[in-house]
């Protein structure tokens, strides 16, 4: 496990010679969707059913025809992002399922959506890794309502629902602490049936500075997976592994999701922050 302390993060952070940019870590095989999400100048709304251009791969990645996704106007010294409002739309203890979320769905299925029969991005029995840069807004400041913290849980990219036939994958966030003095930390999940996976939940865990960027990746190769953090930039602060009894797949047919668990109205499941720079890889 590598980790930094957060006097060090801070540190590297503020050095005059680090240039932070939305560059993509090392990460293992071929690159098989890219999505930067730099077509919104700050400040900028999304157009309904916007498509966010692709660099690898052939599904954009879509807005809802609701969306209320704007450009990011809130990170600091790095290229653009975009905003998802999420948990800060929250009206009668619920949000919109569709406004502040994302779908690779060529017909905007937001409900779980389609991956039209591909398999390029999921895992199947390869090496696969998947990562985004994210600021999120302050754990401190979401609407409990009479939720445990460790109840929230935003979905910051997935593909596919606990229950879904051919297993899911998703990098998320959990809530740690209590009172003002709570906070984010990253985790992944692989799962296929009775065999899961989720580098970061328990046990070796990372908390995210409040106001600092980050770079989050989850890698599965085989039976084991990881929970990978670096600086936008691309300087490790932490990684941890977890490990199942045996290998197993990963394939569905929903479509890949980003921002919002999909056809969830539940605060819980809604991110509220700026993304960038989506990567999928595949070996």
């Not at 077509?39 to 599904?59: I, M, N, Q, W, Y």
């Not at 600091?76 to 409002?85: L, M, S, T, W």
């Amino acid at each position: 496990m590598i980790k930094v302390s957060a006097r060090r993060l801070a540190t590297l952070l503020a050095t005059s010679s680090l240039v932070l940019v939305f560059a993509a870590p090392p990460t293992q095989g071929a690159i098989v969707g890219s999505w930067p999400l730099d077509d919104l100048p700050p400040g900028a709304a999304a157009a309904p059913g916007k498509s966010f251009r692709v660099l690898v791969g052939t599904e954009p990645l879509r807005a809802a025809a609701n969306t209320k996704l704007t450009g990011a106007t809130a990170i600091p010294g790095v290229n653009r992002a975009v905003y998802f409002p999420g948990w800060r739309r929250v009206s009668g203890g619920l949000v919109d399922a569709t406004e502040s979320a994302m779908s690779t769905d060529p017909s905007l299925g937001f409900a779980t959506g389609s991956d039209g029969g591909s398999a390029a991005l999921d895992p199947v029995d390869r090496p696969f890794s998947f990562a985004a840069t994210v600021l999120p807004d302050p754990a401190n400041q979401f609407p409990l309502d009479g939720r445990e913290p460790s109840a929230v849980s935003p979905n910051i990219m997935q593909k596919g629902l606990t229950t879904t036939s051919g297993g899911f994958w998703k990098l998320s966030l959990g809530m740690g602490g209590s009172g003002a003095g709570r906070y984010w930390f990253p985790f992944c999940t692989f799962k296929n049936g009775s065999l899961e996976l989720k580098p970061g939940y328990t046990g070796a865990t990372f908390r995210l500075a409040q106001g600092v960027p980050y770079r989050i990746g989850c890698l599965k190769s085989g039976s084991t997976a990881t929970l990978q953090v670096w600086t936008p930039g691309g300087i490790p602060l932490f990684a941890t592994s977890v490990s199942a009894t045996s290998a197993f797949t990963v394939d569905n047919s929903i479509a890949v999701a980003v921002g919002h668990k999909p056809n969830s109205t539940d605060p819980a499941d809604s991110y509220a922050g700026s993304i960038s720079q989506v990567r999928i890889d595949k070996n």
